[in-house]
């Protein structure tokens, strides 16, 4: 079977899994793989743009030590430290994200879980902005209970973000202190909650292809709604300091597989769009549908929000209007 068929196939129902030969993906030409993802896009998902903002509502001395993040203790990055941010600094960033037609705001907070009284300073936040603002709000807090998901639903939180960042088999060699399946458990508690569920991962960390293909068939099975794809700026301080950039086209191939394997999901871009030609162009034009937009966590934003509506809409591709 050819990838343009495959395409044809998804588009009348097809599902990829487990069992399916996936070195098709890795196999065939690059354009004709770009040209069927942008085909499934269209038919899923359309031509609407979603773009999120976040804001780091917590930074550094994160006890765990995922390989590639500049706010673990273990790591000597020189990241800025500091306790939640106060209310009217988060509202304000929500409504100036708002006001620039952004689609989704979400509070992002450093270590394993986020309790006691910043959660409930975090809960506050969001109580505000759902009654001062209209767009949808996510959160980022770690390793939440069905407890604490629950209220965060209730004080208007629609989509939960939790990255898997990997395969299964290559999980321990990016991070030792806590495991790939309470990644899993956690997306678990957010789909029983009726969220959002928001997971991807990050590629250039030294993993085989295989393995970005199986994150993608692992996403899949868990019935992920949003897929934010990373791509690794190596940070010096880091155990992956030394790491070479993908190159884009290895990039527009992941990301064009997985919209094969994630056909409905909202494939969106996040850290790493400098390494992409116009801030990601060709990446929308082979599969992607959504996108981080404005300041990225610790990383550096290639984009404004107004350069990336200027773009989508030369791409003829719409976006919320503001």
């Known amino acids: 079977m050819d990838i343009r068929t495959l395409a044809e196939e998804i588009m009348e129902g097809r599902r990829i899994g487990r069992r399916d030969d996936l070195e098709l993906f890795l196999e065939c030409g690059l354009k004709e793989l770009g ?98 603002c209209r767009i949808d709000l996510c959160a980022s807090m770690g390793f939440l209970t069905a407890e604490q998901l629950h209220r965060l639903h209730q ?84 155990p992956l300091e030394h790491l070479q950039p993908l190159k884009e086209d290895d990039i527009l191939r992941t990301i064009a597989f997985f919209r094969y394997i994630n056909p409905e999901a909202n494939i969106r871009l996040a850290a790493g769009r400098a390494l992409l030609t116009n801030d990601g162009e060709y990446a929308f034009r082979s599969g992607a549908s959504a996108s981080i937009t404005g300041d990225m966590l610790t990383t550096t934003a290639c984009a404004t929000i107004r350069s990336d509506r200027d773009m989508l809409q030369r791409l003829g591709r719409s976006v919320k209007p503001i």
């Open 155 to 238: 004080a208007g939180v629609t989509s939960y973000h939790h990255n898997i960042e990997t395969s299964r088999r290559y999980f321990p060699h990016v991070c030792t202190t806590h495991t790939y399946e309470q990644k899993v458990e956690t997306l678990k508690l957010v789909k029983a909650e009726g969220m959002c569920a928001c997971s991807g991962g990050i590629i250039g960390m030294g993993e085989t292809w295989e393995d970005r293909l199986d994150m993608a068939v692992s996403l899949a099975e868990l019935g992920i709604d949003s897929i934010p794809l990373n791509v690794l700026m190596p940070i010096p301080g880091t």
């Open 35 to 132: 040209e069927g993802a942008d085909r499934i896009r269209s038919r899923f998902v359309g031509e609407r743009v979603d773009l999120c903002s976040i804001i780091n509502g917590r930074s550094g001395r994160c006890p765990e030590d995922c390989k590639y993040c500049a706010q673990s203790v273990h790591h000597h990055t020189g990241c800025e430290v500091y306790e939640f941010l106060p209310e009217e600094t988060i509202v304000n960033a929500c409504r100036l994200n708002e006001s620039e037609g952004v689609d989704r705001f979400s509070i992002v907070t450093s270590g394993r879980a986020l309790t006691g009284e910043e959660f409930e300073k975090a809960l506050h936040a969001f109580e505000t902005m759902h009654r001062a």
